[in-house]
């Protein structure tokens, strides 16, 4: 019913700059929360970067003032702008969008996208 398209990941070398999108279709009622998440091969998924349907937005302390996330409700597309990469920003980076369909429009639902990896070299 929902899928969620990811692009802009790569391979860039420190300092350098990404651009992560990530678009939901389907049966769409409303969004509210979209976010950006990354995992490490054999460690927990962590939260990166999140913005509500109020726009407010929250950073992990790691990304705060190197990534800004915003989205465009027009197109159901989330946008993670990563800037001074580094290293240690090396990870697989996974969208997430919290929704309501139509048919089902009183439970919010969560959904993953498939990933995009982010490479970065010293």
């Known amino acids: 019913q929902v899928q969620l398209v990811e692009s802009g990941g790569g391979l860039v070398q420190a300092g350098g700059s990404l651009r992560l999108s990530c678009t939901a279709s389907?049966?769409?009622?409303?969004?509210?929360?979209m976010g950006w998440y990354r995992q490490a091969p054999g460690k927990q998924r962590e939260l990166v970067a999140v913005i509500i349907s109020d726009d407010s937005t929250s950073y992990a302390d790691s990304v705060k003032g190197r990534f800004t996330i915003s989205r465009d409700n027009a197109k159901n597309t989330v946008y993670l702008q990563m800037n001074s990469l580094k290293p240690e920003d090396t990870d697989l980076y996974y969208c997430?969008?919290?929704?309501?369909?139509?048919?089902?429009?009183?439970?919010?639902?969560?959904?993953w996208g498939q990933g995009t990896q982010v490479t970065v070299s010293s």
């Open positions: 997430n969008v919290e929704l309501r369909l139509f048919g089902d429009l009183w439970r919010w639902r969560t959904y």
């Open positions: 389907g049966s769409i009622f409303r969004i509210n929360g």
